[in-house]
């Protein structure tokens, strides 16, 4: 029912900026709270960004600065723009959507970022 799909993801060179799309297949997109989560091969997922439903926004203290959450509502849509990326950014990142008051969980298949030195 519920499906998130990113896209976005690629090779880019350090230093260079990326921005990753989350489309979110809900019926009321507003009523959700967004995120995006990393997670690199034999570590745990890590919280990157998020934005909530009435859009305050919280960053990991690694992207603070360099990357940016956003939401539009209209296209149902979260974004991360990634500036001045640097290699230890390189991973999968996940969208993450959380419905208001159930506090139910959807998650998308993810998208590689790899950046390179």
């Known amino acids: 029912q519920v499906q998130l799909v990113e896209s976005g993801g690629g090779l880019v060179q350090a230093g260079g900026s990326l921005r990753l799309s989350c489309v979110a297949s809900?019926?009321?997109?507003?009523?959700?709270?967004m995120a995006w989560h990393r997670q690199v091969p034999g570590k745990q997922r890590e919280l990157v960004a998020s934005i909530t439903a009435t859009t305050t926004t919280t960053y990991s203290e690694s992207v603070k600065g360099r990357f940016t959450i956003s939401r539009d509502n209209a296209k149902k849509t979260v974004y991360l723009q990634m500036n001045s990326v640097k290699p230890e950014d390189t991973a999968v990142y996940y969208c993450?959507?959380?419905?208001?008051?159930?506090?139910?969980?959807?998650w998308g298949q993810g998208t590689q970022v790899t950046v390179s030195s």
């Open positions: 809900v019926n009321i997109f507003s009523t959700y709270d």
């Open positions: 993450n959507a959380r419905k208001l008051l159930t506090f139910k969980d959807y």
